[in-house]
């Protein structure tokens, strides 16, 4: 009997484990074969917008694709209501990576998780001089309600001539309740 209450324990445990599933965010159609160069004071970001079904989302990861290496930027993770993003919830100073290859940000250890309303993401180059780090982009835009540009984090107007690099990384129906090990379960049906 306390072999069968186990074994309920982990199917029960498995399924609810299989809810929560990693899926890769974009708004483009994935050929990023357009670049655009930003001065110092100029930055992209888009707005990323899941699912009613996809609540709680849990951050995980963010990609950015610049045009050269070596750049010091300034990835912001903010809070959106609508297409407005609100306050910054995270921000992470990181090298540029060259395209074609993704600058990556691990946002796991800021433990964000949204649920409800969007998120956006965004990039500044405070270490990139007047000139700037050139960004990557798909062209013609398929996404124009979508990627946004400002100046100044507190105005952002919509781009759509290209279809922002900026990809992410979630854990949907995310849940923050560990399940109990299963030495913890045999141990208590012993």
């Given at each position: 009997?306390k072999?069968?209450?186990v074994?309920a ?15 890769r965010?974009?708004?483009?159609n994935?050929n ?17 917008k899941?699912?009613?079904g ?7 990861r963010?990609?950015?694709g ?5 750049v010091?930027?300034?990835a ?9 993003p609100?306050s910054v919830?995270a ?14 940000v691990d ?15 965004s ?18 835009s398929?996404?124009s309600?979508?990627?946004f ?5 507190s105005?952002w ?5 290209t279809d ?12 923050s309740?560990q399940p ?11």
């Amino acid at each position: 009997m306390k072999y069968i209450v186990v074994l309920a324990l982990l199917v029960v445990v498995l399924a609810t484990a299989s809810l929560a599933a990693d899926l890769r965010m974009y708004y483009s159609n994935g050929n990023y074969n357009a670049s655009t160069s930003f001065g110092g004071t100029y930055h992209p970001g888009t707005i990323f917008k899941p699912t009613s079904g996809q609540y709680p989302v849990f951050l995980e990861r963010a990609y950015y694709g610049f045009g050269s290496a070596g750049v010091q930027v300034q990835a912001k993770v903010w809070n959106a209501t609508g297409s407005t993003p609100g306050s910054v919830l995270a921000s992470f100073l990181v090298n540029t990576l060259a395209w074609p290859t993704w600058t990556e940000v691990d946002l796991t250890g800021s433990n964000l998780i949204i649920n409800a309303d969007y998120f956006f993401l965004s990039t500044n180059n405070p270490g990139g001089g007047a000139l700037g780090v050139s960004y990557r982009g798909s062209m013609p835009s398929n996404y124009s309600g979508y990627h946004f540009w400002s100046s100044n984090d507190s105005s952002w107007a919509s781009w759509t001539t290209t279809d922002w690099a900026i990809e992410c990384l979630v854990d949907t129906g995310y849940s923050s309740v560990q399940p109990a090990s299963l030495g913890r379960v045999k141990a208590l049906y012993r």
